[in-house]
């Protein structure tokens, strides 16, 4: 079945850097879109990255461009969010998806940017 791990949370400064990373499994991987969203607490799932399966048309909320970078990795199924310049405002719960015919999503991992 589908799996989607994701990897990477923690602790961060105000203007550090974090990596999340996605491991996919039970899939064909390389055919499907794939994106990040988050949740802050008491609030819905948002979209903050979109990669598709082919291509270079990524997609990126507003408040993360120019910050964030998603990229796949098909050989080695994964995908990944390089989080530069963070802020306090990113602090969230950071999830896998995975589009296929349904969506499929990871459990998350705890992201906190605080001194």
């Known amino acids: 079945q589908v799996q989607l791990v994701e990897s990477g949370g923690g602790l961060a400064q105000p203007g550090g850097s974090l990596r999340l990373s996605c491991a996919a499994s039970?899939?064909?991987?390389?055919?499907?879109?794939m994106s990040w969203y988050r949740q802050f607490p008491g609030q819905e799932r948002e979209l903050v990255a979109r990669?598709?399966?082919?291509?270079?048309?990524?997609y990126y909320e507003d408040s993360v461009k120019g910050r964030f970078t998603i990229s796949r990795d098909n050989d080695k199924n994964t995908v990944n969010l390089r989080m530069d310049t963070l802020h306090a405002e990113d602090t969230a719960v950071y999830y896998c998806?995975?589009?296929?015919?349904?969506?499929?999503w990871g459990r998350g991992t705890q992201v906190t940017v605080s001194s």
């Open positions: 998806v995975a589009h296929l015919k349904n969506d499929y």
């Open positions: 039970g899939f064909t991987f390389s055919r499907y879109a």
């Open positions: 990669i598709p399966a082919f291509g270079d048309n990524t």
